[in-house]
């Protein structure tokens, strides 16, 4: 049972350059998440997810976009990346939104912006 | 503004030892408390904690919630090296998708 996937795990960017974050998981999870977490901070949403075809923007949507195509994948975009962008993503899934089931976390993608 | 309170934000304690770790929250609409382990990679979940569920319990490990006073606390006792990682506090309010996550507290549990 591999749960939440995430690649790659690390990745070095230039400024300007464009890349996708990919998540999948295996779990038949409705609602799929995206944080990112910098040092000494706590995570924050990106976009999430409520099912296929549906997304919405969380706390700090700015510079990136998402997709939801399928149930399993939920895929990230950076289209110009800034170093602000540097900082360690995480995806996450649960059976059930709004707080009333725990969210399981991929390993994290570390991201570095140069 | 919606936001969680973790302490210490650091701690450095001996195999054996009991350790609470502290959680404050003043976050509208509260749904749910979670406890999440974050060792070198993802947050593993811990426990959840709701109205229905005030006091949760898992081997050295275990939390309540006080929702009069806004606060929760997870245990650990008998600490062990393997214990060492940063705890996670988040919050979920009914209605959103968003968990409002504390900073952490980290853990260093010395042999």
């Known amino acids: 049972n591999a749960g939440v996937t995430q690649t790659p795990k690390f990745r070095i960017l230039k400024i300007g350059q464009s890349m996708t974050l990919q998540c999948t998981q295996d779990m038949n999870h409705n609602y799929m998440y995206w944080y990112r977490q910098d040092p000494g901070m706590g995570l924050k949403l990106i976009y999430y997810?409520?099912?296929?075809?549906?997304?919405d923007k969380g706390e700090v949507p700015n510079g990136y976009n998402v997709s939801r195509s399928t149930t399993e994948d939920f895929p990230l975009r950076l289209e110009l990346a800034a170093p602000s962008q540097t900082s360690v993503y995480f995806c996450?899934?649960?059976?059930?939104?709004?707080?009333?089931?725990?969210?399981?976390f991929g390993d994290g993608t570390r991201l570095s912006i140069l | 503004e919606d936001k969680v309170v973790q302490s210490p934000l650091s701690l450095v304690v001996h195999e054996g030892d009991t350790v609470t770790l502290n959680c404050s929250y003043e976050?509208?609409?509260?749904?749910?408390l979670l406890w999440y382990k974050q060792e070198k990679k993802a947050p593993t979940f811990l426990f959840m904690l709701t109205s229905s569920g005030i006091e949760k319990k898992s081997g050295r490990l275990s939390s309540i919630l006080d929702k009069k006073e806004l606060f929760s606390i997870l245990n650990i006792t008998a600490t062990q090296t393997g214990d060492s990682a940063i705890y996670l506090c988040?919050?979920?309010?009914?209605?959103?998708?968003?968990?409002?996550f504390g900073k952490g507290t980290k853990l260093t549990v010395n042999p």
């Open positions: 988040a919050v979920a309010q009914g209605g959103s998708e968003k968990l409002v």
């Open positions: 997810s409520v099912g296929a075809g549906i997304t």
């Open positions: 976050v509208t609409n509260f749904r749910s």
């Open positions: 996450a899934s649960s059976l059930q939104g709004g707080g009333n089931q725990p969210q399981h």
